[in-house]
């Protein structure tokens, strides 16, 4: 394992930067195995942490401690009944848990203090007894009850790195054992976060020991179902499952990679190809093609925002004759915005997105970031390279929300510079690049 080499390159950074306006204030889980904290790569990692938050990218730690507890279990021989928080904790084994626990929390303490963050290691977590399971007392096993998600996003508020420890306390103050990997998923989904990314001693999710590189969950959950050959090994099986909790509670990306590669945090979040296994779900569940009969209700949705000169003008008329260029946002049943899609036949690598609206209840929930990057989306898939908007009032949602630049009308296609000059609108112009995401 080469443990030296950067990765990154100084030109890199231009492309780290096109996904910063994607991740601003979001919240990573970045959960770590006992065994990376004991790898010499631990201090690199805590640095690419530290180039996150530079980003202004919210981490919340939740660490492991198989590896610890095995070595103090040796050490002064004592038994354990269980390594990973899956089975049976004993007393002797939740005994030596606690001291493995404070030891790799203090050890993350002491590097992200080294590396000048602010962190906290926190009782954030309630937990519950696992109880008895088919006849087998699980004695101080458990799991999550209730995680104190406000008292998480005020550290985070504040700048604070909460560090989460795998043990929970009972509604008496008992304190529990818990799986790290479970409790990751149940804290991110607690705290909203947008990605987990395990970090273990493996190259990703190893199925017949070939890397699968990126996992549709679709087929996470079929290879979960079906895999009665155990082609994943035991560990790696665990927190597949447990991702694929998380995929279905709307964390739409959760990662497993290396924690002893150099640079292999950053690399992943910030390159097309990651460097271990990405488990993606469908976040644009909600967006679908605008139906026929959907042509007056589009209208009404709009209309407001076209008084307002916000949106360009468009009768029922022009939205029938454009309906198979529209997408629509639906909440029960509900459209609550819409897209379109336009693609010019003289100009096939450049679409733009047109008659963006999310109705005033649902702003500043995401969606429109959601709808721009679905546009993306579905524009790189069918092949272009570009995409525009043209913009009176919201060109500084599509700049520092959606990483549009400011560009100019001879970025436009032909027929549209003649609309452009003729509507008087004197919209702004901005571009994007398209890429593949991650
Ligand atoms: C622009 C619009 C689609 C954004 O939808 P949304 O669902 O609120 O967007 P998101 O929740 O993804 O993003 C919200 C962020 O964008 C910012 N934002 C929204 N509209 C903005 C604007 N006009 N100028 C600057 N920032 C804006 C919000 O302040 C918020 O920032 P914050 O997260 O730091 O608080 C919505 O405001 C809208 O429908 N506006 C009226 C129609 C319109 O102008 N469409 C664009 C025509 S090209």
Redesign the pocket.
Known sequence: MDNEKSTIKPADLRGILNYVPRF??QTFMISLDGSIVENPNLPNILLDIAVLRSLQINVVIVHGIGTQLKSLSQSRSIPISNADGSGVTDEPTLDLAIRASSRVSHQILEGLTQSGLKCAITNSIRAKPIGILKGVDYQRSGAVELIDASFLQHLIDKNIIPIIQPIGYDRNGHTLRINSDALAVEVAIALKATKILYLAETSGLLVDGTLKRQLPVEELKSLLETDISDSIERSLKQKATHALRGVMSDISRIHILDGRIHDGLISEVFSNEGVGTLIYGNEYARIRKARKDEVAQLYHL?RS?ID?E???SRDMESIENSIDSFYVYEIDGNLI?C?AIIEYPEKTDTIE????????L???????????NFACHTGFESGAETVL??????????????GFEVSNVESLPESRKDSYKDNGRQ?KILSKKLESEN
């Not at 997105?353 to 005033?360: A, E, N, Q, T």
């Not at 649902?362 to 721009?372: A, D, E, N």
Request: aromatic letters at 12%.
């Open positions: 601003l204030g709009i925002s307002k916000e949106l360009a915005g897209v997105i047109s008659s963006l609206y999310v109705h005033p649902y702003q500043r929930q995401g969606i429109g970031l959601k709808l721009v908007a043209l913009s009176t009032q919201s060109f500084e949602f599509f700049e520092s929300v959606c919209s």
